[in-house]
């Protein structure tokens, strides 16, 4: 299944608990190297827990996390080869932090606490900013972006300190209907530009097929890990999502249709 692709990510028999309840149970995950994971699931199955434990932010009661086949011991901070972009910031109007600023913020990792960020710093930044479209925007204050741009800027301050994961958790949450698509071939295009392997929890599920080359349906424990292929001729995809989302394949690419949808 690995077919020769080096495993970024892995997890063995992961068990996380948080505040006495068990959140998470024996996951076992790989993450192959330049992969877009699409990760799914009910709210509060764990998805934002699952993606803070890989990041180092949430320390396992039982199992481990191996990144680059490194063990991330528990209590350590994450490294900078995992970019985070959390779920659902919003910036304060009122914050006085302009788009680059907070962009270059996302060096820190790399230039260590304590040392100011020097020009490179913000070429870099600004290089990232311009991949995400929103260079024009450096000057202003980030509180007044829209929640759709903030989301973005939030990837380019992930993307300026050269990760080669990148963790998005529900990044279109912002996003309006009509720009996922355009958000989604943005995330395509980075992915390229930048070599990322991509972790995204996510409830587009019909966007997952169509942009991921796996699939993780997380609810408590995992349900099934593959590829989309497989994952959506499975009878338990069926029972988890057939009610609401029918997913049809027409030659390799899936197309969405929502429930009572008739179409050849
Ligand atoms: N600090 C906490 N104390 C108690 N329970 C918590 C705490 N943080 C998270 N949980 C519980 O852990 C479970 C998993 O939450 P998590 O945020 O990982 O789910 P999720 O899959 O990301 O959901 P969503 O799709 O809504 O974002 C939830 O039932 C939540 O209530
Ligand atoms: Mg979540």
């Not at 260079?135 to 992930?158: K, M, P, T, Y």
Request: proline share 4%; glycine share 10%.
């Amino acid at each position: 299944m690995t077919q020769g692709r080096k495993i970024v990510v892995e997890t063995r028999d992961l068990n996380v608990s948080i505040s006495g309840c068990d959140v998470l149970k024996d996951i076992n995950l790989r993450i192959l190297e330049n992969s877009f994971t699409g990760l799914i699931g009910p709210n509060g199955g764990g998805k934002t827990t699952l993606l803070r434990t890989l990041l180092g932010l949430i320390p396992p009661d039982r199992g481990e996390v191996r990144i680059e086949g490194k063990l991330l011991g528990t209590g350590r901070r994450r490294t900078w080869i995992m970019g985070y972009v959390p779920q659902q910031i919003r910036v304060d109007r009122r914050f006085p932090l302009s788009v680059l600023d907070a962009v270059v913020m996302g060096r820190y990792g790399r230039i260590g606490l304590g040392r100011r960020a020097g020009r490179t710093d913000r070429e870099i930044a600004l290089d990232c900013l311009d991949r995400v479209g929103l260079a024009h925007l450096a000057r202003v204050r980030i509180g007044d972006l829209s929640g759709g741009e903030q989301q973005r800027v939030f990837i380019a301050r992930a993307l300026s300190a050269s990760p080669k994961v990148l963790i998005l958790d529900e990044p279109t949450a912002a996003v309006d209907v009509a720009a996922q698509d355009s958000f989604y071939r943005l995330l395509q295009e980075l992915r390229q530009a930048y070599s990322l392997t991509v972790v995204m929890a996510t409830h587009d599920i019909g966007i997952v097929p169509i942009y991921c080359d796996a699939i993780a349906c997380l609810n408590r424990t995992l349900h099934l890990h593959g590829r989309p292929e497989e994952i959506l001729k499975n009878e338990v995809f069926k029972k988890l999502y057939g009610t609401e989302v029918e997913v049809v394949m027409h030659g390799k690419i899936p197309h969405r249709m929502i429930g009572g949808h008739h179409h050849d």
